[in-house]
């Protein structure tokens, strides 16, 4: 229908049962027909190299003082050199930004996943972003701009790496 909301109910009776509904946002799957879809990222913009040096990326959703690159490059270097980029839903739970972090060898610090509908998101790992969340060290700093706080002594630096493959391969 070309909606993100959860309104597909009102449409129902335009909708034949007999064919495929495809929509990213569903709370639940009330028809076998119902099928979730998500987003993809183009094979030539990921991302072979990283050197982290920070613990989380510059941009955060919804802070337009951190939307500072003026070029989708600087964008995505800020991700590589990054622990985590934080991410949260806002216009919907799917979004282009989460890929662009995981696809930039970055791992996405979603505030809310925990909150996730079952059938949403449903081509992310949502086990794995969680696990990587509550990683031992890391914390979310709620100042003024909120930002991913990583204690390096408490933190386990080849656990955060065999998770980032897992969701990478997944």
Not at 32 to 44: A, L, R, V
Not at 77 to 84: A, F, N, V
Request: aromatic share 14%.
């Amino acid at each position: 229908d070309g909606e993100d909301g959860q309104s597909w109910h009102n449409k129902a009776s335009h909708i034949t049962w007999r064919a495929k509904y495809f929509k990213r946002e569903l709370n639940t799957i009330p028809h076998p027909n119902m099928k979730p879809i998500g987003f993809s990222f183009p094979i030539e913009k990921i991302a072979k190299t990283y050197n982290i040096t920070q613990d989380s990326a510059i941009v955060v959703p919804g802070y337009l003082n951190t939307y500072v690159f003026e070029n989708e490059n600087d964008y995505y270097l800020d991700y590589q050199k990054s622990y985590y980029g934080i991410t949260h839903k806002k216009g919907g739970w799917d979004c282009m930004r989460h890929y662009e972090i995981i696809f930039n060898n970055s791992m996405p610090f979603f505030t809310d996943i925990e909150e996730c509908p079952k059938s949403t998101l449903t081509f992310l790992p949502k086990a794995l972003l969680i696990e990587a969340k509550n990683l031992p060290g890391v914390s979310l700093n709620n100042g003024d701009i909120p930002s991913v706080k990583i204690d390096h002594k408490k933190f386990d630096e080849l656990k955060y790496k065999q998770l980032l493959d897992e969701i990478l391969n997944h």
